[in-house]
């Protein structure tokens, strides 16, 4: 019943969280940065994205409960590298771009819980170091990852490189805050599009280029494939196909009609019918009994 794109975005996006923790795991014990390791993560995200967009569901439902760590570190992550894709960058830059965002999250992870911002750059810092240790090959690297944080903080116009933040890092800020903001308490995630979407337009647009807020606007308004809807007719169903040019009016398979389980799916084309619509963006809830709540 489940797509099975949304089967594979979760088994990447587990796989993803207990790399993680792995990496934390270690950077907390022994103060080891298993670069290679990182670089995995990064490539397992990467691919699955470039297969389909369904690693946003559970990206976007783990809003209504507590993320593990790991969970809250490859966010930004996640992220950032579908914005990169929606700004046509090639492969190599987009794995860089996705790299950058892990290390410095992993580096804020170190302080995140207590929110002390000292201790968070401290915890980036640290990460940063570790990173040059490993050679020149990851200097570049580095340095991104020092205007990442010097935008998120708006530390001025160029870091300690000397060089403009420059747009790989104003992509993975954006991803970060975001990111932190739908993390935040009385986020509704079944509103569409994201209520904290309209936010950072409200209040921080002038932070970020329009370039990229146009990327993050048509990524978060895209309904993935494997997201499970709630249509304005009561019925349920998943994000089966997309129709070019109309992202919130994609084909559904139907699986609950008039408050019952159906036996097959009903396939519905809402750009062939004006009078259906997506009501709510239920995430990657599981149509079975425990979706009683869902169909009061």
């Not at 240790?133 to 998120?152: F, K, M």
């Not at 129709?243 to 408050?259: D, E, S």
């Not at 084309?269 to 990657?284: H, I, M, N, W």
Request: charged share 25%; aromatic share 4%; proline share 7%.
């Amino acid at each position: 019943m489940v797509p099975k794109e949304l089967e594979d975005a979760r088994e990447a996006y587990q796989g993803a969280i207990a790399s993680t923790d792995r990496l934390l795991r270690t950077l907390r014990s022994d103060g080891v940065f298993a670069v290679e390791s990182a670089e995995s993560v990064v490539g397992v995200l990467l691919a699955q994205l470039q297969a389909n967009d369904a690693l946003m569901v559970p990206f976007f439902s783990t809003t209504s409960r507590a993320p593990s760590l790991a969970a809250d570190t490859i966010g930004p992550c996640i992220l950032s590298l579908r914005i990169g894709m929606g700004l046509d960058g090639p492969a190599p830059d987009l794995a860089r771009l996705g790299l950058a965002a892990l290390v410095h999250d992993l580096g804020r992870a170190r302080a995140l819980r207590e929110g002390d911002a000292a201790a968070i750059r401290r915890g980036v810092e640290a990460q940063i170091q570790l990173l040059r240790q490993r050679g020149p090959a990851y200097t570049e690297l580095a340095d991104l990852v020092v205007r990442i944080h010097d935008g998120l903080n708006e530390s001025g116009p160029a870091g300690e490189t000397g060089r403009p933040i420059g747009e790989p890092a104003h992509v993975v800020g954006l991803a970060t805050t975001y990111h932190d903001l739908a993390r935040q308490p009385g986020n509704d995630e079944r509103a569409w599009p994201p209520m904290r979407l309209k936010e950072i337009l409200r209040r921080q647009r002038s932070r970020f280029p329009d370039r990229i807020l146009k990327a993050l606007i048509r990524v978060l308004t895209s309904l993935p494939l494997g997201g499970l809807v709630r249509l304005n007719s009561g019925e349920l169903g998943y994000v089966v196909a997309k129709n070019p040019g109309f992202p919130l009016r994609p084909v559904v398979a139907v699986w609950v009609c008039l408050g019952k389980l159906l036996t097959e799916p009903k396939t519905v084309d809402l750009q062939r019918d004006p009078f259906l619509y997506v009501e709510a963006f239920l995430g990657d809830g599981k149509l079975d009994l425990e979706l009683t709540g869902l169909l009061s």
